[in-house]
């Protein structure tokens, strides 16, 4: 009896596991020597760049596909450690055009009519509840893509230098008048009440003027030209400062956040079928239903931004970068892209709940991932650039150029006041010359009263006996003294 159970015991799970495997004949394991697999793929009305489904491949139910995706994809496969033939069923109608939403293709593979899907899938956490996503084989995150307008300021002239710079050369100025005023003191015949009027004339005119001020002392001239020099580099900052405010700064964002599209009840738009429109827009930024349109074409983008929030179209439209960049490539002078950037996990390949394959894709993600030279390459033959985040960065951000400050000529202020102050010295000598006088007249007075005290200290100092006496007369008396012993 016990041998029977044991015999039926065996056989149920012998069915058991043939059942299983046959169920899962998909997944890899040590006996498969090649490993099948029906893969979904999404049809797209633009940006084909990533994912474009072709022709029927006559003769089976697989399709041709071609795109950044499905290279990445092919890229991935050969780098498994087990043969791999897939097919790719489009997830399209009778009439060609898409089926429905992202996560609609993502359900195929719960519903078993797909092992996967391979495309342009962003990884979200509403989507890891019925589906396992590979690592990610590009970074990715959402932001806004709105018009530009160019920027007004009445006060752009004054912008390139930051206030510190401009008082600092309003000193320096000061300084340079006052040096020239004192060089050329016996050379003018200006009043004393014109005197404040020639401190600022004298260095601008030397600026303005083709012949400038007329000056005679040698050191003038030598002041004049460091004067020079020092505004002609400042012309020149100045210039390209002010250049590149009006051609980069004046390009702002017609909106720069979300909070001003809701308060001013705007339209905004996002791509069809994607999860901006309901994941992220309707419930984690709580746009109204009503207020949000959705857009299939590059063309329809164009069109609906060009109208404008009013005129039937759009103040905004939300979609992920590297969709804003394919954009940009095609419209980069009137939109760009403005506001925060919400993060995804980017784009993965997709297999159903506690897949095996999901562990060899990824590491076969990493392996093509690492050093980017693939990766790389196959960006820049799709889309003519990297999708770095770096680079997401520079576009979506409004570049600045700060103004200049007095650090940045902190050097040439230095040399420009040596140089001023040494011809001031060289020129004027009684500068230098009375103050040492005086100090040559104070240590003569100090050593004269040091000398006097010491001679006072020596004569009063008391006597103790007679045979000391001679010598302190000797060192006290006058030498005549010993002149008249010796004619005795």
Not at 219 to 228: A, E, N, P, Q, R
Not at 281 to 301: M, Q, R, V
Not at 464 to 479: G, L, R
């Amino acid at each position: 009896m016990a041998k029977q159970v044991h015999f039926f015991l065996l056989l149920f799970f012998l069915l058991f596991s043939s059942f299983h495997l046959k169920a899962n004949s998909s997944e890899y394991n040590e006996t498969t020597k090649t490993l099948k697999l029906k893969l979904g793929v999404p049809v797209k009305e633009c940006f084909k760049e990533f994912v474009e489904v072709l022709d029927k491949i006559i003769g089976t139910n697989n399709y041709s596909c071609t795109g950044f995706c499905m290279e990445v994809f092919a890229a991935a496969v050969r780098s498994l450690p087990f043969n791999v033939e897939y097919e790719f069923i489009p997830f399209m109608n009778t009439t060609g055009q898409s089926k429905g939403s992202y996560d609609d293709l993502l359900r195929q593979i719960d519903a078993k009519i797909v092992d996967g899907v391979v495309g342009d899938t962003t990884i979200i956490f509403n989507r890891t509840s019925f589906v396992d996503f590979t690592l990610p084989y590009t970074e990715s995150g959402v932001t806004m893509l709105v018009p530009m307008k160019q920027g007004k300021n009445m006060f752009v002239g004054v912008k390139p230098f930051s206030w510190d710079l401009w008082l600092a050369i309003v000193v320096i100025s000061i300084f340079i008048g006052c040096v020239l005023l004192v060089l050329e003191r016996h050379n003018t015949t200006a009043s004393s009440k014109s005197f404040l009027g020639m401190i600022f004339w004298l260095p601008m005119a030397s600026v303005v003027s083709s012949q400038g001020e007329k000056v005679i002392n040698n050191c003038s001239k030598f002041v004049l030209v460091v004067w020079m020099f020092l505004a002609f580099v400042l012309m020149q900052c100045y210039t390209a400062s002010l250049s590149a405010m009006l051609t980069v700064d004046q390009l702002l964002p017609i909106y720069t956040s979300v909070d001003e599209l809701q308060k001013g009840g705007y339209y905004v738009g996002y791509s069809t079928d994607s999860f901006v429109g309901s994941t992220l827009l309707i419930n984690k930024l709580g746009f109204s239903p009503s207020k949000l349109k959705a857009y299939s074409t590059i063309e329809e983008y164009h069109e609906a931004l060009s109208k404008g929030s009013k005129n039937g179209g759009v103040a905004a439209i939300f979609d992920e970068i590297p969709y804003i960049r394919m954009f940009l490539a095609k419209h980069k002078s009137d939109f760009m892209m403005a506001g925060p950037t919400y993060r995804t996990g980017g784009f993965g390949f997709a297999f159903h709940l506690n897949s095996t394959l999901v562990p060899y894709f990824s590491r076969a993600i990493l392996n093509i991932s690492e050093g980017n030279k693939m990766m790389d390459a196959l960006e820049t033959k799709y889309f003519g650039h990297t999708l770095a985040p770096s680079n997401y960065q520079a576009t979506s951000s409004t570049s600045t150029s700060s103004p200049l400050t007095t650090y940045n000529f902190g050097g040439l202020f230095i040399f420009v006041g040596f140089a001023t102050l040494a011809a001031l010295l060289v020129s004027e000598s009684y500068i230098w010359q009375v103050p040492i006088g005086k100090a040559k007249l104070f240590s003569q007075r100090i050593y004269y009263s040091f000398s006097s005290t010491n001679i006072a200290q020596v004569a009063n100092e008391p006597t103790t006996s007679n045979q000391e006496q001679p010598e302190i007369c000797w060192a006290v008396c006058d030498t005549p003294l010993s002149n008249t012993n010796r004619m005795n």
